[in-house]
């Protein structure tokens, strides 16, 4: 008996020590699985590309099946990895104190998660086994050339194949024969799948028995830059090029020197011509058409050369571009609802200084520049509202989205015949049919679109989405038909990014709290009144964004605590000036408004804003009496460098002496001001300063801009100057002003001189201006390119 009892006791302290030794080796076993989870998503990026470059059909759906699988293996080990952040390492105590309860508390999920690590980690180990011993080397090398060959293609174009490039041609033969006699190079630009390569080509051929010698070179990614000699050299000398690279570079330069050369750029199209000029004007031939280009081998090469943009880039960028297949063709999406998407699901890197945001605004920056992206820009504001992509290269961006279980877009006449149970993202136009749909537990994301939804979302958010604590991290209504918000949206523990902006709900839950790890929260144009005081625990909140009429209900005494705010709403200086303090200690802060009343607490409002080094936009109200408020006697410590807007709304009668000081300054709003000198003075040598609204701000009658005075300022608003009568433009002064606005300005009868000299100005509105002034401007503006607007816009 004692034997057997010394057997048990010898098991148990085995499976102790081997129990003891799983959850110590717990954080070792997740950095392990994560290096091989890159690992096998680099493998599953080149066998992805290999597949696409496969002629056979058969072959290419065979390799798209067999990745799913993969696919299906990373979706589950990213799983696992979040659920170890989540409940475990964010857990994990500031002090020692606390590490027994620690230990305690999370026994059982660290029990769980070590199992699914080392399920998980055996799988994935396996695979890039395989991929190690049977990856040809020359895989890579084949798929490229592939592509270089779809390029390629357009070079070999028929003449008489060529069409709609009339226009162009003309402008590029005139550029070429009638241009600058030095070496010039012309570039050719736009959206993969225009007509670059075939223009170029198309031009040469026209011109090239205008020059005395002419030479066309086709330059792709692989070729090296000695290549490219010994070709030109085989070209111009009719004879096998000199070994030694010096000697080689030296007589082809000698040979070229003087004359004038052309250079064609290595990006090429797919011209359907062939297919359109059989079909006449019916839909249904148009309908048959459209399936042949789904179908037909030769028209694929589109698609194939628009994937060529979306496969050199990093990986990181490919996940921010296969975002825009979450929306419908044509959408304009937010630009800052994008952004916050993308840091939402980590697509985006941290690069020390720069907030995630800044980082995320290069990204889609350098996509816009690859022609990938268009952007929609509101002049007056000079800032990105909207971006989205072309119908081509969202085609391209759904098949990659399907072939990469990326996401998948539900209702709006998407054809779901062929849906997936493996997809990471829904988009969702419509709430019929959603109880299959989110049975799928891959689904990390969820954005509506507003479409033709049968009732209110707020059934279907608690009876599919809330239930089973999904570990969503982005969750966006915006738009849709919601009314109200279920308690149990505390237990989206994973959630990121949550917005009901533009839904019809009134009050948030107090579970709202437990969502710890939210990044963002959108409540604009709601009908919310009150935020529940559980909103302080939200510390990784980086956007509170809510409508104006809620913000006299936050905690402003524990809101000090969230420091990773950037954008919070207005804030009321009270008697105490505590809610200050506290805003003070959010150095993060980006965007800040301050509603005063009364001017005693402005030296600590300027001292809290002293501490925050990225504030880019400030504004500051004053309500209440009308008493003057000397900024001048509270100098703020400089360079505030990064404060780009500047929003005065108080009687101030002299110009702050620091405001000129602001050197990256953009935009400048003083508002019932009333100051007795003339401002323009102070203001006119500020470097970056694209727009100065001035409105009740101005006592004086005469306003001088002086000669050479805001070079760079485009929008001009005058309004409510009431003793204004005359207006001076010197000749160099406001040289790049496209838009002027003159409201309410009674005591101006004359049109400003010099504004003949205003080069660049495209709008003049002149709403409530005196009639005699009115018939002024329009007379001048007669043999102007202006367009002149009577009313609001």
Request: proline share 4%.
């Amino acid at each position: 008996m004692e034997d057997v009892a010394l057997a048990a006791g010898e098991c148990i302290l085995k499976l102790l020590w081997e129990t003891v030794k799983r959850l110590k080796d717990l954080p070792d076993d997740v950095r392990e699985i994560r290096d091989e989870l890159d690992k096998l998503k680099n493998f599953i990026d080149l066998e992805d590309k290999e597949a696409d470059g496969e002629n056979d059909g058969t072959k290419r759906n065979k390799k798209k099946q067999d990745l799913m699988q993969l696919r299906k293996a990373t979706f589950l080990t990213e799983d696992v990895i979040d659920e170890y952040l989540i409940r475990i390492e964010e857990k994990q105590p500031q002090d020692d104190r606390g590490w027994a309860a620690f230990h305690i508390q999370t026994l059982i999920p660290r029990f769980k998660i070590s199992f699914k690590i080392e399920s998980n980690l055996s799988v994935v180990r396996r695979t890039n086994e395989r991929f190690r011993n049977n990856r040809p080397q020359s895989t890579q090398n084949n798929n490229n050339v592939t592509f270089h060959q779809c390029r390629m293609d357009p070079l070999f174009m028929e003449e008489q194949e060529v069409v709609g490039l009339a226009g162009p041609t003309e402008i590029l033969k005139d550029w070429l024969k009638n241009g600058q006699r030095e070496r010039t190079v012309i570039f050719v630009v736009g959206v993969p799948g225009v007509g670059k390569t075939t223009l170029a080509k198309h031009v040469f051929n026209k011109v090239c028995g205008d020059f005395e010698h002419h030479a066309r070179f086709t330059v792709s990614q692989s070729n090296t830059v000695e290549e490219l000699w010994r070709v030109m050299y085989k070209h111009y000398m009719k004879s096998e090029p000199p070994s030694d690279n010096s000697i080689l570079i030296e007589e082809v330069r000698g040979y070229l020197r003087g004359k004038r050369k052309c250079r064609a750029l290595p990006l090429a199209i797919a011209v359907a011509g062939g297919v359109l000029k059989e079909k006449d004007g019916s839909a249904h031939e148009w309908g048959l058409f459209s399936e042949e280009l789904k179908r037909n081998p030769d028209l694929n090469i589109i698609t194939k050369i628009v994937g060529l943009s979306y496969d050199n880039l990093p990986s990181h960028l490919r996940l921010c571009l296969l975002y825009f297949g979450m929306y419908p063709k044509d959408y304009e999406i937010k630009y800052g609802r994008l952004v916050r998407q993308w840091v939402a699901e980590g697509f985006v890197t941290d690069e020390g200084r720069k907030t995630l945001e800044e980082v995320a605004h290069g990204y889609l920056l350098y996509l816009v520049e690859r022609s990938l992206v268009q952007v929609t820009s509101y002049p007056r504001k000079e800032k990105v509202k909207k971006c989205r992509v072309t119908d081509s290269i969202h085609d391209m961006i759904l098949t990659k989205v399907k072939d990469t279980c990326f996401g998948e877009y539900i209702g709006g006449g998407h054809d779901q015949s062929e849906s997936s149970d493996l997809v990471r993202r829904l988009t969702i136009e419509t709430n019929n049919d959603l109880n299959r749909r989110f049975k799928r537990s891959h689904i990390r994301s969820i954005i509506s679109i507003p479409g033709k939804q049968e009732e209110s979302w707020s059934v279907d958010l608690e009876r599919n989405i809330l239930k089973d604590d999904m570990p969503l991290k982005v969750l966006d209504f915006e738009g849709c038909g919601l009314f109200c918000v279920p308690k149990k949206l505390g237990n989206l523990i994973y959630l990121r990014y949550l917005s009901f902006r533009g839904t019809q709900i009134t009050v948030l839950p107090k579970s709202i709290g437990k969502l710890v790890n939210l990044k963002t929260l959108d409540i604009r144009q709601t009908q919310v009144l009150v935020l529940p005081k559980e909103i302080t625990k939200l510390r990784k909140l980086r956007h509170l964004l809510t409508p104006s009429s809620a913000f006299s209900s936050i905690e402003w005494k524990d809101i000090g605590g969230m420091t990773m705010l950037q954008k919070i709403p207005q804030v009321r200086m009270e008697d105490d000036g505590e809610a200050i303090k506290e805003v003070g200690k959010l150095k993060q802060l980006r965007n800040l408004r301050v509603l005063c009343f009364g001017g005693e607490h402005i030296t600590l409002l300027f001292s809290s804003i002293n501490e925050m080094e990225h504030l880019q936009a400030l504004r500051i109200e004053k309500s209440g009496d009308r008493s003057v408020v000397d900024l001048n006697t509270t100098l703020p410590r400089f360079p505030w460098s990064k404060l780009r807007k500047l929003f005065l709304d108080m009687k101030l009668e002299r110009l702050p002496n620091w405001i000129p000081q602001l050197k990256n300054l953009e935009r400048l709003t003083l508002r019932h001001s009333d100051l007795t000198n003339d401002p323009l003075e102070s203001l006119k040598d500020m470097p970056c300063l694209l727009v100065l609204s001035l409105s009740h701000a101005y006592e004086g009658q005469t306003l001088h801009f002086q000669p050479g005075g805001f070079k760079k300022l485009r929008m001009l608003n005058l309004q409510h100057l009431w003793n204004l009568n005359s207006i001076l433009i010197a000749e160099t002064a406001l040289q790049a002003l496209e838009d002027f606005e003159l409201t309410c300005l009674d005591d101006l009868r004359t049109v400003p001189d010099g504004i003949q000299h205003l080069m660049k100005l495209k709008s003049v509105r002149v709403p409530y201006m005196p009639t005699q002034f009115v018939e002024e401007i329009v007379r001048i503006g007669k043999d102007k390119p202006w367009r002149i607007n009577y009313g609001y816009m």
